[in-house]
């Protein structure tokens, strides 16, 4: 078994007049194919100034140690701030597809798995994670697809008719990077050996701000300790809620839950 792994991500204010270029993300995190292998070692180091295992990590990680290949392809992450501009994304995906286009050709690849934030704004686009899944969906055909969320992440009806998992944080202030990613490896290698998930998914136009949506105190604290008991049961795999970035400029911005 050989799966991809990949990340485009930003958080973005709607609000902010500065946009976010290809230098943005060159100053922050760009990392490419035997360099992204690298970071994501247990010796490595993912995300200089941040973290040392985030998401590829665990997910790399975690196929190690289910005896599965993995394949990186690309790494991009930048600060929060403004709205890409149209070329910083389609540059960005177009790196993402031509390297996934190259590892199919080479080995095939079984499945991917997108580390992608949910509240990334384009200037000209509404809804840009799912143009990105769109993209690779093209590219891969009907093979699993799973990606992970920022709990900010908005869900939207198109990027869900195009995954196989959508799987978020699970604790905010966010300190489970590297645990999502591990828990993202087992949902797609269980998707590439015939157990293919089934998405249940609800979203709610509304928001509530800040220190309110902590998991650690109420009124969050029982329905994050709900979570966690539901994963415990065999026939799940992951339960999230996504409580949204208000500051995007998404007509179907809302709280979500996806099991």
């Given at each position: 078994m050989r799966l991809a792994y990949a990340r485009i991500n930003q958080e973005t204010n709607a609000l902010s007049p500065v946009t976010t270029s290809i230098a943005d993300f060159r100053r922050t995190h760009l990392l490419e194919g035997d360099a992204l292998a690298r970071a994501c070692t247990k010796d490595g180091y993912e995300a200089e100034g941040f973290a040392k295992n985030?998401?590829?990590?665990?997910?790399?990680?975690?196929?190690?140690?289910?005896n599965v290949d993995t394949v990186p392809l690309v790494s991009a992450w930048a600060v929060p701030g403004g709205p890409l501009t149209r070329a910083c994304f389609d540059e960005l995906c177009a790196s993402l597809v031509d390297k996934l286009r190259a590892a199919i050709a080479a080995a095939d690849v079984d499945g991917i798995y997108l580390s992608l934030h949910g509240a990334?704004?384009?200037?000209?686009?509404?809804?840009?994670?799912?143009?990105?899944?769109?993209?690779?969906?093209?590219?891969?055909?009907?093979?699993?697809?799973?990606?992970?969320?920022?709990l900010h992440g908005n869900v939207t009806q198109d990027v869900v008719k195009n995954v196989d998992?959508?799987?978020?944080?699970?604790?905010?202030?966010?300190?489970?990077?590297?645990?999502?990613?591990?828990?993202?490896?087992?949902?797609?290698?269980d998707a590439c050996s015939g157990r293919r998930h089934t998405i249940a998914?609800?979203?709610?136009?509304?928001?509530?701000?800040?220190g309110t949506t902590i998991d650690l105190f109420p009124p969050l604290l029982p329905i994050f300790l709900r979570m966690r008991a539901l994963e415990r049961r065999r026939e799940i795999v992951s339960a999230s809620l996504l409580t949204c970035h208000p500051w995007t400029a998404s007509p179907e911005l809302a709280w979500s839950v996806v099991v």
């Open positions: 985030a998401e590829l990590s665990g997910f790399v990680q975690q196929c190690a140690r289910q990334m704004g384009v200037l000209g686009l509404v809804d840009p994670e799912a143009e990105i899944v769109r993209r690779v969906r093209d590219v891969i055909g009907e093979k699993p697809i799973v990606v992970t969320y920022d998992a959508l799987i978020a944080y699970a604790t905010n202030p966010h300190r489970d990077h590297r645990r999502t990613g591990a828990k993202a490896a087992r949902a797609l290698v998914w609800r979203s709610l136009p509304m928001l509530l701000g800040g």
